[in-house]
């Protein structure tokens, strides 16, 4: 017991050092909190204050580690908010009655980070007990990785809510896959009315971040016959070289092959020059002239793609949330309550 409150004391002196240093959220306006009314009716920032020094600690601790963490969480956020809208779902654990999204095609043997986001919801629940939802932490939690990598802050808005429930064929058919064309794309960014625009810049997250072998082998074909302008044959090359043994699906190659940590606009530039990984990132600049145009806008002005990502983020991060209200704020991330 006395152990605990050690560990809780040290955890609140921390924070008192962190808070001259965390992204700050405005309270004005409040959050989501206050349309959904919590308990008290007040925003989940004022209720639990110490809830954002606290996740972007656990981020940052988590990021030292492994800076590839950074990109998990990222995509996590992701992942959770195109399955009816960002409510947590993503974190669901399978049990004996009950199918989650974590073996769904976009996540199975690819989704990292859910420790860290346990580890969060730990400390939050010794401080703050059921204040902060999962859904909250996502999102915060994908701020925190974006700074903390480099790029643009934004201010996370609280109160979303944690699903009772999960699919996992909306996780199958909503999720957009690495070989899709730009219709594709556009389609599946559309269904969560998200534009075309969103996608592009929001598809900038591939500034970061891993992927494995057998979700770019679309990439690999072709190298020998040309160095047509859409694939680099050096880049093909040692994709094809990385991918070649016969256990190689897992292998993995970075997103972003010159500066793979560093939240930039880096990715633009790599695409323009045939380096783009998945297929999916380099059909936009040989599938359409709407996303080639934005592709070099982005890839000239960094200061045009922070501010246009950290716009679309917060639209992606309000996707389902005010619509019903149907959700708690769950104890354990894994398990409803
Ligand atoms: C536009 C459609 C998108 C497609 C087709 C796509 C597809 C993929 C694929 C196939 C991977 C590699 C997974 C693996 O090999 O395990 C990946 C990784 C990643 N994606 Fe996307 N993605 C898209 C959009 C996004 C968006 C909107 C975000 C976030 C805002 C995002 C963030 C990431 C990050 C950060 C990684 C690296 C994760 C890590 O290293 O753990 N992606 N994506």
Known sequence: MAMKYLALLSLLLNLAVLFSIVPKTTSEGGGY?????????????????????????????????????????????????FVNGCDASVLLDDSANFVGEKTAAPNLNSLRGFDVIDAIKSDLESVCPETVSCADILATAARDSVVLSGGPSWDVQMGRKDSFTASKSLANNNIPGPNSTVANLVSKFQNVN??????????????????????????????????????????????????????????????????????????????????????SDQNLVTGDDQTLELVETYAEDVVAFFEDFKNSMIKMGSLGVGTGMNGEIRRNCRAVN
């Not at 694939?231 to 699906?249: K, P, R, T, W, Y």
């Open 33 to 81: 909190g206050d349309d959904c009314g919590d308990q008290s009716g007040n925003d989940v920032s004022n209720l639990c204050s110490a809830a954002e020094a606290i996740i972007f600690s656990r981020v940052q601790e988590a990021v030292l580690d492994d800076s590839r963490m950074a990109a998990s969480l990222l995509r996590l956020h992701f992942h959770d908010c």
């Open 194 to 279: 998200l534009s075309l625009r969103d996608m592009v810049v929001l598809s900038g997250a591939h500034t970061m971040g891993r992927a494995r072998c057998t979700t770019f082998r679309g990439r690999l074909q072709g190298a020998t016959t040309s160095n047509a302008p859409d694939a680099s044959l050096e880049f093909v090359q040692s994709l094809q070289e990385l991918c070649s043994g016969s256990d190689s699906n897992a292998t993995l190659a970075n997103l972003d092959l010159a500066t793979p940590a560093t939240f930039d606009n880096q990715y633009y530039v790599n695409l323009l020059s045939g380096q783009g990984l998945l297929p």
